[in-house]
């Protein structure tokens, strides 16, 4: 089976608001075998959502649409629908209660009717009555082979209605296909990388791509500043027997490219980073002095619960003043050698590790821009200390905006982090 995902709202056409509810929806479809073969932006326009409704269903089994259905003149969904499918619109008194929620004061009549817009479905349809929100939605079954299915456009709402009332639809719907020997399954699985480019990705790996192809897997390489993800797809048809391909790449590709791998799926590297301190066994303990991200190493570390153990605090040097008075460098050695240079990245390294008395310490410095002009932007300086005197720096160039060199500087620090104690600990 397959599907159209149609999301509504001309903040999202306009790109004022970015559409993650169509990634959400695609990406649980896959988990069932239900691929998406076309996502649709568009504008709340009566006549453009009739348009690309019409192109859904003639390519597509399912068609999902998100967003258009609350109680203003601009949500259009309901109207679109219903004209699309050449249907009226009927008012569900089941939908009365939650269309009207959300106002206990006083509501005038004008105001009523404009609540109760929420109460009409298409003739035919079933209500999908909302648990989050005064948005209802509704299912109309077009013939045997289509299938619409209407939900709200706020995240939180939308999710909520997907996996409480489409999930179950669709596990039932993918069901009766299974029986009739049709459809597809789809395995996939997401290596993330850092420190490593999409083309020395390409190179390192191709060989592997074509094999896997050989095996009905599809290897497909994403790139963002300071993160790269491998994603592997395997499509099977029912009664096929699984085989343990997918893993057996997914395990090929993380030893061809090694340390640049820091994990899976949608892991933070921050959980990688607690999963290395648990496995260690030791009570380890970490602590940063950051210059040039601003803090954002310790906001990445704390994203993963129970960091609080480990992560026993940051200073944020991000001032020739902190470097002093709180990291207590020598203004001298400051002053001659200037903020970004290895030697201060050393003592901002020493000097929090002092302070925090922790196991490792980690520290960064550099120019992110735009106002650090010719060669020295994106230079940057990284220091890794850990037990016994141990101690690793490194100079790195980082490309991008300033926004994505602190992005870049805290991922790879991080994984470095990772990679020294795997290497003293062992």
Same mark, same amino acid.
């Given at each position: 089976?397959?599907?159209?995902?149609?999301? /509504?709202?001309?903040?999202?056409?306009?790109?004022?608001?970015?559409?993650?509810?169509?990634?959400?929806?695609?990406?649980?479809?896959?988990?069932?075998?239900?691929?998406?073969?076309?996502?649709?932006?568009?504008?709340?326009?009566?006549?453009?959502?009739?348009?690309?409704? #019409?192109?859904?269903?003639?390519?597509?089994?399912?068609?999902?649409?998100?967003? *258009?259905?609350?109680?203003?003149?601009?949500?259009?969904?309901?109207?679109?629908?219903?004209?699309?499918?050449?249907?009226?619109?009927?008012?569900?008194?089941?939908?009365?209660?939650?269309?009207?929620?959300?106002?206990?004061?006083?509501?005038?009549?004008?105001?009523?009717?404009?609540?109760? #817009?929420?109460?009409?479905?298409?003739? $035919?349809?079933?209500?999908?009555?909302?648990?989050?929100?005064?948005?209802? *939605?509704?299912?109309?079954?077009?013939?045997?082979?289509?299938?619409?299915?209407?939900?709200?456009?706020?995240?939180?709402?939308?999710?909520?209605?997907?996996?409480?009332?489409?999930?179950?639809?669709?596990?039932?719907?993918?069901?009766?296909?299974?029986?009739?020997?049709?459809?597809?399954?789809?395995?996939?699985? !997401?290596?993330?990388?850092?420190?490593?480019?999409?083309?020395? /990705?390409?190179?390192?790996?191709?060989?592997?791509?074509?094999?896997?192809?050989?095996?009905?897997?599809?290897?497909?390489?994403?790139?963002?500043?300071? =993160?790269?993800?491998? /994603?592997?797809?395997?499509?099977?048809?029912?009664?096929?027997?699984?085989?343990?391909?997918?893993?057996?790449?997914?395990?090929?590709?993380?030893?061809?490219?090694?340390?640049?791998?820091?994990?899976?799926?949608?892991?933070?590297?921050?959980?990688?980073?607690?999963?290395?301190?648990?496995?260690?066994?030791?009570?380890?303990?970490?602590?940063?002095?950051?210059?040039? !991200?601003?803090?954002?190493?310790?906001?990445?570390?704390?994203?993963?619960?129970?960091?609080?153990?480990?992560?026993?605090?940051?200073?944020?040097?991000?001032?020739?003043?902190?470097?002093?008075?709180?990291?207590?460098?020598?203004? #001298?050695?400051? #002053?001659?050698?200037?903020?970004?240079?290895?030697?201060?990245?050393?003592?901002?390294?020493?000097?929090?590790?002092?302070?925090?008395?922790?196991?490792?310490?980690?520290?960064?410095?550099?120019?992110?821009?735009?106002?650090?002009? $010719?060669?020295?932007?994106?230079?940057?300086?990284?220091?890794?200390?850990?037990?016994?005197?141990?101690?690793?720096?490194?100079?790195?160039?980082?490309?991008?905006?300033?926004?994505?060199?602190?992005?870049?500087?805290?991922?790879?620090? =991080?994984?470095?982090?990772?990679?020294?104690?795997?290497?003293?600990?062992?």
């Amino acid at each position: 089976m397959n599907c159209s995902i149609i999301s /509504i709202g001309t903040e999202l056409s306009l790109g004022i608001v970015t559409d993650s509810n169509s990634t959400y929806i695609a990406e649980k479809l896959s988990e069932l075998g239900i691929e998406c073969n076309y996502m649709f932006t568009v504008p709340d326009n009566k006549k453009e959502i009739c348009n690309v409704l #019409r192109i859904g269903l003639d390519h597509s089994d399912i068609i999902i649409i998100s967003g *258009g259905l609350g109680p203003t003149d601009d949500d259009m969904t309901r109207e679109a629908v219903a004209e699309a499918i050449g249907k009226s619109l009927i008012k569900d008194k089941k939908l009365v209660p939650t269309s009207l929620k959300f106002i206990k004061r006083k509501r005038t009549k004008e105001v009523n009717k404009r609540l109760l #817009r929420q109460s009409y479905i298409p003739d $035919g349809s079933v209500p999908i009555i909302p648990k989050i929100g005064s948005a209802s *939605g509704f299912r109309i079954d077009i013939g045997d082979n289509n299938h619409i299915f209407c939900i709200p456009g706020v995240p939180k709402e939308m999710v909520n209605m997907f996996k409480e009332d489409l999930m179950p639809f669709l596990k039932k719907l993918i069901g009766l296909e299974a029986s009739c020997n049709t459809g597809t399954r789809i395995r996939k699985t !997401t290596l993330l990388t850092t420190d490593i480019s999409e083309t020395e /990705i390409e190179e390192k790996i191709k060989d592997l791509v074509c094999e896997a192809k050989k095996n009905s897997i599809n290897i497909g390489i994403t790139a963002t500043p300071g =993160l790269i993800k491998i /994603i592997l797809i395997e499509k099977s048809n029912p009664g096929v027997i699984e085989t343990e391909n997918l893993k057996s790449f997914e395990q090929k590709i993380s030893s061809r490219l090694g340390s640049f791998v820091y994990g899976k799926g949608k892991a933070l590297i921050s959980d990688n980073l607690k999963t290395t301190i648990e496995n260690t066994g030791r009570e380890i303990t970490i602590s940063a002095a950051e210059s040039i !991200t601003g803090g954002l190493i310790s906001s990445i570390i704390t994203d993963t619960s129970g960091s609080s153990i480990y992560f026993k605090g940051a200073v944020v040097s991000y001032s020739e003043f902190a470097k002093e008075k709180v990291l207590d460098i020598d203004k #001298r050695l400051v #002053r001659s050698k200037g903020a970004v240079s290895k030697e201060i990245c050393k003592e901002m390294a020493i000097k929090v590790m002092r302070l925090f008395e922790s196991d490792y310490s980690l520290s960064v410095t550099g120019f992110a821009g735009p106002e650090d002009e $010719g060669n020295d932007l994106g230079l940057v300086y990284c220091c890794i200390r850990g037990p016994s005197g141990y101690q690793e720096v490194f100079e790195k160039r980082f490309l991008g905006d300033r926004t994505e060199i602190k992005f870049r500087t805290t991922q790879f620090v =991080l994984n470095e982090l990772i990679n020294v104690i795997k290497k003293l600990e062992r």
